[in-house]
């Protein structure tokens, strides 16, 4: 079993641009969410997936957007990117709502972003 | 809103020493409380987990218990090992809900 996928794992960008990060989910689970964890603290929840679906999301700007497609992977979007944007950002996939298990998330190794 | 709060890092000892990391939450109701861990250059990893007070969650050699009256869910464990070293993330969440809201963390370092 992979686990949880992430790419890239590391990118740089530079204020201004756009980028997307990719995930795919562990085998079996249907959705998925992003957190983004600066250093030296812990992770913040972006939004949550399900059915192709933003189902739930946290305290961010519209910049960040994203998408899950009918295999269940996702990408990430973060428009107009900030230097605060910089940050590991973690996909977590989990078995859906209303099933026992269902809130335990399966971690990817993230993706970190560091924006000049 | 919810949030959890954990004591500072880094937590530094010694191997075979006792291991204590506080954790104290605030909610709306009775959240699920879970310990993360992150070792170094991955992601994070279900460490162990309680769904109801007075519950036990435990897994390799790691305790904590569910403290609905102090609000708490104190990470312990008797004896730590070098490959312990890791930061350990305290964090809450709803049934049906699966947002984590994760304390900022604390770092243990275990020395031979």
């Known amino acids: 079993d992979a686990g949880v996928t992430q790419s890239p794992t590391h990118l740089i960008k530079t204020r201004g641009q756009q980028v997307t990060l990719r995930c795919s989910p562990k085998?079996?689970?249907?959705?998925v969410s992003w957190y983004q964890q600066a250093l030296g603290q812990g992770p913040q929840f972006i939004f949550q997936?399900?059915?192709?679906?933003?189902?739930q999301r946290g305290n961010f700007p519209d910049r960040f957007s994203g998408h899950q497609f009918p295999n269940y992977s996702s990408e990430l979007n973060v428009n107009a990117l900030l230097l605060g944007d910089s940050a590991l950002y973690l996909c977590?996939?989990?078995?859906?709502?209303?099933?026992?298990?269902?809130?335990?998330?399966?971690f990817g190794a993230g993706s970190r972003l560091t924006v000049l | 809103g919810d949030s959890v709060t954990q004591m500072e890092g880094p937590v530094t000892l010694s191997e075979e020493a006792f291991l204590t990391i506080n954790c104290t939450y605030t909610?709306?109701?009775?959240?699920?409380l879970f310990w993360y861990v992150q070792y170094p250059g991955e992601g994070l990893q279900l460490l162990l987990k309680a769904t109801k007070a007075d519950d036990k969650g435990s897994n390799k050699g790691f305790e904590a218990t569910y403290r609905k009256e102090t609000t708490s869910f104190h990470l312990e464990k008797g004896s730590v090992q070098v490959s312990d070293s890791a930061v350990y993330f305290c964090?809450?969440?709803?049934?049906?809900?699966?947002?984590?809201?994760f304390g900022t963390g604390t770092r243990l370092l275990v020395s031979p």
């Open positions: 977590a996939s989990s078995g859906g709502t209303g099933r026992i298990g269902a809130n335990v998330l399966t």
């Open positions: 909610a709306t109701g009775y959240p699920s």
């Open positions: 085998s079996g689970h249907d959705t």
């Open positions: 964090a809450l969440t709803f049934t049906g809900f699966q947002k984590l809201v």
């Open positions: 997936y399900y059915e192709e679906e933003e189902r």
